[in-house]
């Protein structure tokens, strides 16, 4: 378990021009909301919900797709070589040297949908599923930023220097000093490439084989050094990828003090915090974009918590005499800070329209109703209406087979 | 935390000297003939287009794959650059540094001394690759006079034969560019690493100052 990542923070700000004023994280780097709503908390493993989503056909869902693509891949017509790119162009990581308030991930909405229609659509998988895919191959990108953003202030604490400002203001430098004779990047080829690693790494062995082509499809899209993921995709390559990443953030340090961050000996990807607990550190924030891109409110919806939940009379009884009135209580606890993994928290139209399944114990079940209304990210703020347990029973006794 | 510059005193050159940016020029025939216009040049020795079998070029690949293994070893990316900083310090980029590292004939141990000692690419292709002749002109055989023509732009002297070094036909070299010119673009860093400790750059209004000019 990491350190408190609040420590690193305060830390961080001691150190000299270690820290900057950045950019305002909410700001897409291709579609513009109409009407900003600002950023929602999600947390990192949110339920998806479709049911209000139709594939439009409007010119500007068109007009958002390609733009979309112009910007996520390389070898489309008309590609923008300039700003965030591939999968940085549809979701962002904002560090926490730049914006102590406000650092964390960014996801808009929009990309769900629209990298489905690019790059996911074909999988024989219902469509709420692979907007999950997408936000876990997005957020598994940006979670190598955050623990590169890491291991780099853990060096600067070290070191009582500022690694990561030098080589955010060399980039930033980057178009001022451009020429011939010094080629360069706008961005750290290496650390995409480590990024996009990560995504393979991390979703690889979970998904089925279709999914995993479609991830590498997914990659291999993306600009140079992006799709170099495939390379960093295997343990020699991703420790290769992660040394060739810190080594550039160490550099001139390494270079000034001769130290040799470059020794094979040296396996820097044991520094980078990618375990479950670490990565939950860092925030996650949804933006609602859909009007940009010609979408309805409501056509993308998640589920980051469930709560306030209410029990109809029916539902209390049947808790008590069938004695899972605690186990109950357990579970309306957790889900009010987030869906549990284990909790096949899911979408149940046998029970009815509206209505939701949720494991409470091995072998039982509950249904739940939606709340009439929900935002975009359901729960956020305050809620309109509760989630309602109608009925609650043993897996068979409650239709699950 | 890493104290400044005591006035040169006792080691200057820790803070004068700035490190040359360096890059790895990979180039070899074979490319040239295989993608027009590219002047034989690839980024990486594995990106190399290949005409002749492995079989036949293996010894030679193996030498590039290892300097360039020794080079990425040697040097320390510094993004944004493609370029990288060099581990060593040449003694003519940094003779003319005030302050700087004196130049010292046990210190001119560079980078560039190292791959010359392990590519030896002087020594004929023939003695390299035994049969060399005869195994290109099986391997290409009747497109052999279209591809020397195609690779003019590369070596006037057409296919590489056995007597010609291997550098004719395959070269890599390191291009280095020195730090005293890369001041401008190395500025920023150099401000960071050497004014950690001056009040301006300590946190508070001063400092923020800074920041808000410097965005």
């Known amino acids: 378990m990491l350190i408190p990542i609040d420590a690193i923070i305060a830390g961080v700000a001691q150190i000299p021009r270690a820290t900057w004023i950045g950019a305002d994280p909410t700001n897409p780097p291709v579609l513009r909301p109409l009407l900003p709503t600002g950023p929602a908390s999600a947390g990192h493993a949110p339920v998806f919900d479709d049911s209000g989503f139709a594939p439009p056909s409007s010119p500007r869902w068109r007009e958002a797709v390609d733009a979309v693509n112009r910007r996520f891949a390389s070898d489309v017509e008309g590609a923008a070589p300039r700003g965030p790119g591939g999968a940085d162009a549809v979701a962002w990581y904002v560090s926490f040297h730049g914006s102590p308030d406000q650092w964390g991930i960014y996801v808009p909405l929009s990309s769900l949908p629209i990298l489905d229609e690019l790059y996911f659509a074909d999988l024989p998988i219902p469509r ?66 480590l990024a996009n690693g990560h995504v393979l790494r991390a979703l690889g062995p979970r998904v089925g084989p279709e999914a995993t082509d479609a991830l590498r499809r997914f990659v291999r899209a993306q600009p140079p050094g992006y799709r170099d993921g495939d390379a960093a995709a295997t343990d020699a390559g991703f420790a290769a990828a992660v040394t060739e990443v810190l080594r550039g953030y160490l550099a001139v340090w390494s270079t000034a003090w001769n130290l040799d961050p470059g020794n ?63 186990a109950w209580e357990r579970t309306k606890a957790r889900l009010a800070g987030g869906i549990p993994n284990g909790s096949d928290f899911k979408k149940w139209p046998k029970a009815g329209d509206g209505m939701w399944s949720v494991r409470v114990t091995e072998g039982v079940r509950a249904h739940l109703r ?16 509760a989630w309602l347990a109608c009925d609650i029973g043993s897996h068979k006794a409650m239709g699950h087979g | 935390m890493a104290e400044p510059p005591d006035g040169g005193a006792s080691d200057p050159s820790l803070w004068d000297r700035v490190p040359d940016l360096v890059s790895l020029e990979i180039s070899t025939w074979e490319h040239a003939a295989c993608v027009p216009r590219s002047w034989g040049k690839a980024d990486r020795v594995a990106d190399l287009r290949r005409l002749l079998p492995d079989e036949l070029t293996k010894p030679i690949y193996a ?79 009747a497109d052999a006079a279209e591809i020397a023509r195609g690779i003019r732009n590369f070596e006037t002297l057409g296919l590489p034969r056995g007597e010609f070094s291997v550098a004719y036909g395959y070269r890599l070299s390191v291009r280095r560019v020195p730090g005293d010119l890369l001041r401008p673009a190395l500025a920023t860093h150099s401000a960071l690493l050497i004014g950690g400790a001056s009040p301006a750059f300590q946190p508070g209004p001063l400092r923020d100052l800074s920041d808000l000019l410097l965005r």
């Open chain 1, 370 to 385: 939606q709340p009439e209304q929900l935002s975009f990210v359901a729960s956020e703020g305050p809620c309109p209406g």
């Open chain 1, 128 to 193: 709420a599923e692979r907007w999950r895919l997408v936000w876990e191959a997005l957020l598994a990108h940006e979670a190598a930023h955050f623990a590169v953003d890491y291991a780099c202030a853990w060096f600067e604490l070290l070191h009582h220097s500022p690694l990561r400002r030098a080589v955010h203001d060399r980039m930033q430098a980057a178009d001022q000093w451009a020429s011939a004779l010094l080629p360069r990047s706008s961005y750290f080829e290496a650390e995409e490439a």
């Open chain 2, 63 to 141: 030498l590039m794959a290892q300097a360039e293994a020794l080079f990425l070893r040697r040097t320390e990316p510094i993004p944004p650059f493609r370029e990288r900083l060099a581990r060593d310090f040449d003694a003519r980029s940094q003779a003319s540094e005030p302050g700087g590292a004196t130049a010292d004939a046990a210190d001119s141990f560079t980078l560039d001394g190292e791959l010359r000692e392990l590519l030896r690419f002087t020594q004929n292709l023939g003695d390299v690759v035994p049969g060399w002749d005869a195994g290109v002109a099986a391997a290409l055989g």
């Open chain 1, 264 to 326: 094979p000996a040296l396996d820097f990807s044991r520094l980078l915090p990618f375990d479950a607990a670490d990565l939950a550190q860092c925030p996650v924030w949804v933006l609602d974009d859909l009007d940009a891109a010609g979408l309805p409110a409501g056509a993308v919806r998640l589920f980051a918590r469930v709560t306030p939940i209410e029990e109809t009379l029916a539902f209390r009884k049947k808790a008590k005499r069938q004695g899972l009135g605690d």
